[in-house]
């Protein structure tokens, strides 16, 4: 099986800048395809900052994923 497909097509980089700068609502949840919890985090305004914090250590570390659950590690 090839590495590559085991990894996310998202850009962890393009993840990251979202969570930094819209992170509050819920924009790089929306990028990889988690409309469901990107809404939650745009009426909580990112979890009371909590879960946004939580978002920016997780793809910061490369352990967030996509909706199919694989990881974003490509920058």
């Known amino acids: 099986m090839d590495k590559e497909s085991n990894v996310s097509e998202k850009s ?26 990107g809404a939650i985090m745009l009426f909580t305004m990112g979890g009371f900052g909590l879960w946004y914090f939580i978002d920016l250590v997780l793809i910061s570390a490369g352990v967030l994923t996509d909706k199919d659950g694989l990881p974003l590690t490509k920058w």
């Open 12 to 37: 962890r980089t393009i993840a990251l800048l979202l969570a930094f700068f819209l992170g509050w609502s819920g924009a790089h949840r929306f990028y990889v395809n988690k409309p469901i919890t």
